[in-house]
């Protein structure tokens, strides 16, 4: 008998990167590929990149260096380069590198076995006419009772900043009887909680039997499926927030209250600039209408600091806005430029200045996801184990509200949603105990 071949993946980037590279390993699966965690005994080794960043894009190439030590002392080893770098920068990846085989763009990588096969240096960023979907192979539930589930790919709102429109290209929504059935097949596989995900995925406008749904719609008809016990979806752009959507955080028990609403700043000026078509007024008035359908809601948002242009008195406006909302997490970055976005042309903010707005910002909503934390201690919350703790007899998972949870547990087993009683919080979770 042979030995199966081995495959290497890594995944940078967002969460829609990790179900791609799940996808990809399944691919390669039906070809005879068995995933490792051990990249010196890989026979292939697949980077799926971001290129989100400039220090995000320059981890690949750090990456592929020490690679190819590990290729010359195994000469049948074939390194892919999947993602967003390969759909950015295609051949010059293979000119820049030598150690490189495939280079294969996210609309096209469910023709990966077959340049797998085929051999030889190649790259395909096609935007393939051809709904990859439905060429692979079917679903597997690789993560417990957690899943993540592409509703939505591609963005067609061009932020100034941005590089995801270019390297996942226009918005397009996956027909609604195909989600059902991946949803179905992994809740048949014990999975009980489904993520679903998009670069915009509330601006999903997919296929349904009667017409065009929206992602209201596809929740609910979700929630529908017996054995899946949560449902939660991201990216979410302020705009498309619609009024049926916002209900149905009120409305749907599977609905977990916690909201990722990315705002970037609290500036109007600096919104414009980066061509956020909201203001900071209209997203304050849109978290008043979420919270009033959900009041216990969490939410969390992305920043830029030290955007083109941005003075001190705009940098304040954002943390005027911070303390306004209250988020329950935050997640900060200095603006890199990125070549060929509209603000790449634009002068910089001086380093230094970028890199103080970043640190005040971080203390403040550091203090502020501590709070939302601490206020959960004495309260019954809802925790669904998804592995076991490092101490003996503690199970580990997410609450509704998507803190971690340390739960002594010694009967509890994965997949399990309990009711327990948080007893204390620390810096990244809560601990708790079953009622
Ligand atoms: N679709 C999501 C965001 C995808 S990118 C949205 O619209 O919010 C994830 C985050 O990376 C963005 O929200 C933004 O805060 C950050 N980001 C994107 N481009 C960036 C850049 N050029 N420099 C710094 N941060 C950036
Ligand atoms: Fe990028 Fe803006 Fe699209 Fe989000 S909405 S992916 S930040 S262009
Ligand atoms: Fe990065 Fe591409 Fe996601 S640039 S953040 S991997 S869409």
């Known amino acids: ?77 074939k390194v892919g380069v999947a993602g967003c770098v390969a759909q950015a920068e295609g051949e010059e990846i293979l000119r820049r590198s030598p150690v490189v085989d495939l280079v294969v763009g996210p609309q096209a990588y469910h023709r990966l076995p077959a340049m797998v096969e085929a051999g030889g240096r190649v790259v395909d960023t096609d935007f393939p006419v051809e709904d990859k979907f439905t060429l692979l192979p079917e679903r597997k539930a690789l993560r417990g009772p957690t899943a993540f589930l592409t509703v939505q790919e591609g963005c067609d709102k061009f932020c100034a900043f941005c590089v995801v429109p270019y390297t996942r290209g226009a918005e397009v929504s996956r027909p609604v009887a195909r989600l059902l059935d991946e949803a179905r097949a992994l809740v048949a596989q014990g999975v009980r909680e489904i993520t679903l995900l998009g670069q915009n995925v509330n601006g999903y406008h997919g296929q349904g039997p009667d017409g065009t749904w929206g992602l209201a719609r596809l929740l609910r008809e979700m929630a ?63 978290v008043e209408r979420i919270r009033a359908a959900r009041p216990d809601i969490l939410l969390s948002s992305d920043f830029i600091v030290g955007f083109p242009g941005e003075t001190d008195a705009d940098f304040q406006a954002t943390m005027e806005l911070i303390r306004a909302v209250g988020y329950g997490a935050a997640f900060s970055f200095r603006y890199s430029a990125r070549p060929g976005t509209p603000a790449a042309e634009k002068p910089a903010v001086p380093a230094g200045i970028a890199d103080a707005r970043l640190q005040e910002l971080q203390a403040l909503v550091t203090a502020q996801q501590r709070a939302a934390q601490e206020a959960m201690v004495g309260r019954e ?31 509890g087993r994965i997949g399990q949603l309990v009711r327990v009683r948080v007893t204390a919080s620390s810096t990244n979770s809560l601990a708790a105990e079953p009622l």
Do not use: W
């Open 1 to 77: 008998m042979i030995d199966a071949k081995k495959l290497f993946v890594k995944t940078y980037g967002c969460q829609m990167n990790v179900y791609d590279s799940e996808r990809m390993a399944e691919a390669l699966g039906a070809k005879g590929y068995v995933t490792t965690e051990t990249v010196e005994e890989a026979d292939m080794v697949l980077l799926n990149t971001c290129h989100i960043r400039e220090k995000a894009s320059e981890k690949l190439y750090s990456d592929l260096g020490r690679l190819r030590a590990l290729k010359a002392a195994r000469p049948g080893m």
């Open 224 to 286: 529908g499926i017996e054995g899946l016990a949560r449902l939660r979806y991201t990216t979410s752009h302020p705009n498309d927030m619609d009024d049926e959507l916002i209900a149905a955080h009120g409305e749907l028990p599977q609905l977990m209250p916690y909201l990722h609403l990315p705002v970037q700043s609290g500036s109007d000026r600096i919104l414009k600039a980066m061509n956020r078509k909201h203001t900071a007024e209209s997203y304050l008035r849109l």
């Open 381 to 411: 919350v809802s925790v669904l184990y998804e592995k076991p703790g490092r101490k003996e007899g503690q199970m580990v998972g997410k609450s509704d509200h998507l803190h971690a949870v340390h739960v002594q547990d010694p009967a």
